[in-house]
T-cell receptor, first 111, second 112 residues
Framework: QQQVKQSPQSLIVQKGGIPIINCAYENTAFDYFPWYQQFPGKGPALLIAIRPDVSEKKEGRFTISFNKSAKQFSLHIMDSQPGDSATYFCAASRDSDKLIFGTGTRLQVFP | ETGVTQTPRHLVMGMTNKKSLKCEQHLGHNAMYWYKQSAKKPLELMFVYNFKEQTENNSVPSRFSPECPNSSHLFLHLHTLQPEDSALYLC???????????FGSGTRLTVV
């Protein structure tokens, strides 16, 4: 059973655009929501994470928006650059249990 | 390097071979994980070790056998694999279960 649903599967934007990747979860007990970035030939790397006590978190050009009532969270990339081209994974966990990952979104940013 | 080192980076093996994947971390983390990454599928958790003890086996076939001799090292022993086992095998560690994971670069396994 897929507990974290991620969309879209792929995304193409031009440089400077604001790609948005969405995730929805089912388990209301989840209390930790990280995003990972994976470049070809590399393992995923932690990008930014949020806990449900806040609705938004920014780190540089990356922002997580969190909607607890809708059980959704999203990643926004401001002023996207070709170097942001990668696959992005959302994830969720509860009570320090293992992470459950989404299916990934392949982002391409063209110059 | 992320602090989690996986060897080898690439492995081609026949279905009758026995091989092992190695993962090493010197981050002082207490939890280590094996994940399987196949195209167009979510990351599949295989095994979880917490303080060297296996705490989860996610219904993984017995042809995959993990070993965690200490908190810094994790192995995945492979034998009589099938072509559908071809994938990227990722090792990760975290200070404790549920914290942000640090992943290695993975081992690209091809079973022929």
């Amino acid at each position: 059973q897929q507990q974290v649903k991620q969309s879209p599967q792929s995304l193409i934007v031009q440089k400077g655009g604001i790609p948005i990747i969405n995730c929805a979860y089912e388990n209301t007990a989840f209390d930790y929501f990280p995003w990972y970035q994976q470049f070809p030939g590399k393992g995923p790397a932690l990008l930014i994470a949020i806990r449900p006590d806040v609705s938004e978190k920014k780190e540089g050009r990356f922002t997580i928006s969190f909607n607890k009532s809708a059980k959704q969270f999203s990643l926004h990339i401001m002023d996207s650059q070709p170097g942001d081209s990668a696959t992005y994974f959302c994830a969720a966990s509860r009570d320090s249990d293992k992470l459950i990952f989404g299916t990934g979104t392949r982002l391409q940013v063209f110059p | 390097e992320t602090g989690v080192t996986q060897t080898p980076r690439h492995l081609v093996m026949g279905m009758t071979n026995k091989k092992s994947l190695k993962c090493e971390q010197h981050l002082g983390h207490n939890a280590m994980y094996w994940y399987k990454q196949s195209a167009k599928k979510p990351l599949e958790l295989m095994f979880v070790y917490n303080f060297k003890e296996q705490t989860e086996n996610n219904s993984v076939p017995s042809r995959f056998s993990p070993e965690c001799p200490n908190s810094s090292h994790l192995f995945l022993h492979l034998h009589t694999l099938q072509p559908e086992d071809s994938a990227l095998y990722l090792c990760a560690s975290s200070q404790q279960k549920g914290d942000g994971y640090t992943f290695g670069s993975g081992t690209r396994l091809t079973v022929v």
